[in-house]
C-alpha cells in the first residue's frame, strides 16, 4: 500500500489473505483464553471464516435438526454458507439466506458461490442483518456479522425464530467480550438459554426461552 492510499479494510484485506491462502489450512492463531488455551489445535482458513471445525459442526448440526429455513448474517466470503448448505444437501430440503452488507465482500462471495454445487441451497443477499425482511420461521439462526451489533440482530429476528429452533453466536470467547456479554444479558433477560463451547473464537449455542416451556 502506498503512502497516501486509503487504509485498507480489515475485511478486504483478509480477502487478499484468503485468496492467497489458497485453501491452505493454518493452525488458528486467535490467542489462548481461560476457556480453550489451546487454540493451535484448531485450524482455520483464514481469520474471519469461522474455525475448520466450527464449519464443520454447522453442517452436522444442520444434518441433526434438519431445518427448512437457516439465516447467516455476515457471509464474508460464503464458506460457512457453503457448509450449512452441505447439511442441507445432505437432508435433500431447505434453503440458507445469507446476508453481506459489504459490497465488495458481497460481490466476491457471490463470485466464488457462482461456481459451488452448493448454489441451489443458498440465498445470497447484500444488505444489512438490521434491515433485512425474513419471510417465515427461521429454525437455525447463525449470527456471524459484526460483533457490536449481535444483540440487536437476535432480537430482531427473535420473534420468527421456532421455539425449538437453534441460535448459534460466533466469537463468543472471553477474549471477544462483547458477544460473550450480548449472549449472558439475553439469558438475563428470560430471552434464550444459553450454552458457551469453548471453541478458539467461542460458539453459542441458544434456544429460544419460549421453547423451554
Ligand atoms: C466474521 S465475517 C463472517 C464469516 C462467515 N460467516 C464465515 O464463517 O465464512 C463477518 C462479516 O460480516 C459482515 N457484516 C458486518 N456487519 C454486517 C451487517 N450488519 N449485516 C451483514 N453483514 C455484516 C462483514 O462485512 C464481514 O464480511
Known amino acids: 500500500m502506498g503512502l497516501f492510499s486509503k487504509k485498507m479494510k480489515q475485511e478486504h484485506k483478509i480477502m487478499l489473505q484468503h485468496d492467497r491462502a489458497a485453501g491452505t489450512l493454518q ?13 493451535q489445535r484448531w ?8 474455525e475448520v471445525e466450527v464449519l464443520e459442526f454447522l453442517a452436522t448440526l444442520v444434518t441433526t435438526i434438519k431445518p427448512r429455513l437457516v439465516v ?5 466470503l460464503g ?11 445432505r437432508n435433500g430440503f431447505g434453503k440458507v439466506v445469507s446476508c453481506e452488507f459489504d459490497p465488495v465482500v458481497y460481490a466476491r462471495a457471490k463470485e ?18 438490521l434491515e433485512m425482511k425474513i419471510d417465515g420461521t427461521i429454525d437455525l439462526f447463525f449470527s ?7 444483540e440487536e440482530e437476535v432480537k430482531r429476528f427473535l420473534p420468527q425464530i421456532n421455539p425449538n429452533g437453534i441460535i448459534l ?18 439469558e438475563t433477560q428470560g430471552l434464550l438459554s444459553v450454552v458457551f463451547l469453548p471453541t478458539p473464537r467461542g460458539l453459542v449455542v441458544a434456544q429460544p426461552r419460549a421453547g423451554r416451556s
Do not use: Y
Open 169 to 186: 453466536m460466533h466469537d463468543a470467547s472471553s477474549h471477544h467480550k462483547v458477544v460473550r456479554d450480548a449472549a449472558r444479558s439475553m
Open 144 to 150: 456471524d456479522s459484526d460483533m457490536p451489533i449481535r
Open 27 to 39: 493452525p488458528e492463531f486467535h490467542r489462548a483464553t481461560p476457556e480453550c488455551p489451546e487454540p
Open 43 to 50: 485450524s482455520m482458513i483464514d481469520s474471519m471464516t469461522a
Open 72 to 76: 447467516e448474517t455476515g457471509s464474508f
Open 79 to 89: 464458506v460457512s454458507s457453503e457448509w450449512i448448505a452441505r447439511g442441507l444437501q
Open 112 to 129: 466464488r458461490l457462482e461456481s459451488s454445487p452448493l448454489k441451489p441451497w443458498i440465498e445470497l443477499r447484500n444488505e444489512s442483518s
